[in-house]
């Protein structure tokens, strides 16, 4: 068995280990696998616990918040994943044989989610999952003798869905690609391909909603966006003139590129065009350069991140 310990505290134990180059862990986390693979610039915060019987593998430039517990046979995450704070991998049965879990690149876990690995949950590419969601694969409490229901399976989750806040899917559930599905919903039944679905319990609103390609509302969402972002760039002061070419589909921001077409971005950054890739991403127009995303913050906040001593 290995150990690997921090600076601050905390440590990983394993039997095999692979860390990755610029690993930032947090104070007060612990992580125990058997196999604990850990790519390049992936950070991950304090007060979080990792018990994973057989597999961990974090893929590069993952960031992982604080207050997390993830219990599990097997976790695997993607790159480029985004995992907010207080949330629950494991519940009830989660010392099961079935207990994998699997989160695929450029997704997002935002806070406070329960993730109950009695069976297997796999979640695609390019899925934003909202607050307070809660993925179940077992349910049961009162006696199936007596007639009460019990439900017990594997949860499945395409690429590029979006499950908003407070949403609920019960085991047994596959949800497709290319889903949206409506603040509040009881996931109770399967969804197809390209649907937006809603409410308690969840109904199909619309078929073959996504993905929806229309060149003109593009070019207008396109001109919106650099709009609202001269405003956002005005206001932290930052000199930004981010030009769209409809004719190549591409925005050019202080000798940056980002081409539309192929979502690759090139050129020299500096914080101000990384705020501008910052910005898209909340659109979900989202540039991979090898990079964490980074916002710069408004000279009003930065200007109190003083401590008491500093000021003396």
Known sequence: ?????????????????KLGHNVHVGPNTTIRATTCIIGDDVTIGSHNSFLVGQRLEIGALTSIGNHNTLTARTI??????FWDSHVTVGHGGKFSPDAHLTVGSYSMICARITLNTNHGIDIGEYVGIGEDVAI??????????????????????????WLPARTTVL?????????VVGTNSLIN?????????GGIPVKVLKEH????????????????????YAEIAAYKNLTAKPI??????????NGVVFDL????????????EEDFRDYLRRRGIKFYTGKPFASVLPEEYRHLLFTPDELL
């Open 1 to 17: 068995m290995q150990t690997h310990r921090f600076e601050n505290g905390s440590y990983i134990i394993a039997e095999t280990l």
């Open 76 to 81: 695997k995450l993607g790159e480029y994943v």
């Open 136 to 161: 179940w694969t077992h349910g049961s409490f009162l006696p199936i003798l007596e007639g009460f229901p019990a439900d017990f399976g594997p949860v499945y989750i395409g690429h590029h869905v």
């Open 171 to 179: 085991p047994n559930r596959r949800i497709g690609n290319n889903v």
């Open 189 to 197: 039944k399967d969804l197809p391909d390209g649907c937006l679905g």
């Open 209 to 228: 909603a996504y993905p929806s390609k229309d060149a003109t509302r593009n070019t207008q969402l396109v001109r919106q966006v650099l709009a609202e």
């Open 244 to 253: 769209y070419n409809e004719g190549n589909h591409t925005i050019t921001c």
């Open 261 to 272: 077409n192929t979502m690759k971005a090139s050129g020299t950054f500096t914080r101000t």
